[in-house]
């Protein structure tokens, strides 16, 4: 695929959808970091659920902390590995406190030190809470960077290099968003929703529906 493709394809989805954004509810960063690691293996819709009990009860490092591994578990049994998740949120909190005031810090390097943050959760804060123009690959964007031939890649770390690499710089910044966006709505997993895709006539998937 070319640049010029490239550009198009971020042309339009921009113009679909001009201000994109995550659908996990949260109102800082904080609520973000949790949402999202209770977000892994799960839908969104599901820690929405969750997190619309919890966040009105503990919204930030000390009342998370306050309530305990126990005391988590009874609001996010609902979400999936919630026994391991109640443990890194409480581990989370504890360091949150102790080593950056309570604070979530804005570099990669200190959230990925964090129970159950990985890579994927770390550029998902640093782009969505603080405006770093990060891009994220779950299994929505690496399929969809796959499928269209937009940045294709054997492993999520390949796809994510690759995007930073060739989604141009005025994109990057929601570039994570309408991929996630996409995929979850048209591009979906099983089949594709072409004849409803806004950039149908630059992807080079071969293998397109017509319903």
Not at 50 to 73: C, E, H, I
Not at 93 to 121: D, F, S, W, Y
Request: aromatic letters at 6%; one cysteine or more; a neutral charge.
């Amino acid at each position: 695929m070319n640049a010029a493709k490239r550009h198009e394809i971020f042309v339009r989805l921009r113009d679909h959808n001009p201000e994109p954004t995550t659908e996990l509810n949260y109102s800082s960063p904080f609520e973000l970091l949790i949402a999202v690691l209770l977000s892994a293996q799960a839908t969104d819709v599901s820690v929405n659920k969750a997190t619309d009990k919890l966040f009105p009860v503990a919204n930030t490092p000390q009342t998370m902390l306050d309530l305990g591994v126990d005391g988590l578990k009874s609001y996010i049994k609902t979400i999936g590995l919630f026994n391991t998740k109640a443990e890194n949120t409480i581990k989370t909190c504890r360091i949150l406190l102790e080593e950056h005031g309570g604070e979530v810090p804005q570099t990669r390097e200190a959230l990925e030190k964090l129970p159950g943050v990985g890579r994927k959760t770390a550029n998902v804060v640093l782009n969505t809470a603080f405006g770093h123009p990060t891009i994220a690959v779950d299994t929505h964007i690496f399929r969809v960077s796959n499928r269209t031939r937009l940045a294709p890649g054997k492993n999520v770390d390949e796809v994510e290099a690759k995007l930073m690499k060739h989604v141009p710089a005025e994109f990057r910044q929601d570039a994570h968003h309408w991929l996630i966006l996409h995929g979850r709505y048209t591009c979906i997993a099983r089949k594709p929703r072409c004849g409803s895709c806004v950039i149908e006539d630059l992807c080079e998937y071969k293998e397109k529906t017509h319903d």
